[in-house]
């Protein structure tokens, strides 16, 4: 099991913010930092207002020197994959190879609407994620020295450089996720490295992890191939009053973050985290949405992961 530390900087945060939370989780030994890949804020007023996914993870790929780094989740409807594969090949380079990609096929409509990007129907949205993940994995699959062409629907492509290049051997790991009871799991046994199980229960987390194995199965795939991964909010407080105030600080009830998230004294979370081994997680990203309490970062490090390393 490896644990990483997962964030929203649509919430309102700077790059200097985001860096010192990298950096703290670093230093604590965790296995990477995520962020998210959104322009709006979903509650409060915003903050300092969004940053650009993979502008900020460029910086981070220079100003950290272990952790893995990546999005949870780009939308496909953000960026052509042509200059998306540039910009995500450039950045493992800067980071020596550290770079993960999480893709989906976007969901937050009111984002879309205020920053004048296209916001199709999900069938769409869908048919446009797995043309995407054909354009990238292919450029980044062309030999040096051969050029690309595409013939898809949404984003034809004819002789293209197939450059810049991750460093990554077999390029950058993709992560594909989601409550899909068809397409979902299909496009993660055929493109995915890890299938991402975001804020669902241990139980509903099995179930989904049962689908892209059944998946992998019908591509002759080994299922083992893939990493199973889930994904919820972080409050941690060995006592109730710690506990109150962090909650207190996310705007949510202690009782709802028991229920949904990684919540509670350090032996609650090392007993949930216990619930999605059982359903086949081997990877878990803590989502810490006060990013100024680096305190809760550091106390993760030192009072649960001893106990499931």
Sequence with gaps: MDFRIFTEPQQGA?????????????????????RSD?????SGDGG???TDAWVTLAGLARDTTRIRLGTLVTAATFRFPGPLAIAVAGVDQMSGGRVELGIGAGWFKGEHTAYGIDFPDVRERFDRLEEQLAVITGLWATPA???YTHDGSH?????????????????????VGGSGKRRTPALAARYASEFNAAFQSPE??????ERVRAACEERRRDPDELTMSAVG??????????LARRAAALGRDVGELRRNGFAGSSDEVVDRIGRYAEAGATRLYFQVLDLADLDHVEEL???VLPQVS
């Design 155 to 175: 984003y034809p492509m004819v002789d293209a450089p197939a450059l810049a290049k991750p460093v990554q051997e077999g390029g950058v790991p993709i992560i």
């Design 14 to 34: 700077t790059y200097d913010d985001l860096l010192t939370v990298a950096r703290t989780a670093e230093d604590a030994g965790f296995d990477a930092f995520f």
């Design 38 to 42: 959104h322009y709006l804020h979903m």
């Design 301 to 303: 490090a030192s009072t």
């Design 145 to 147: 020295g051969r050029t």
């Design 204 to 209: 509903e987390s099995r179930v989904l992890f």
């Design 233 to 242: 909010v972080l409050c941690l407080g060995d006592d109730e009053a710690t």
């Design 48 to 50: 300092a207002g969004p």
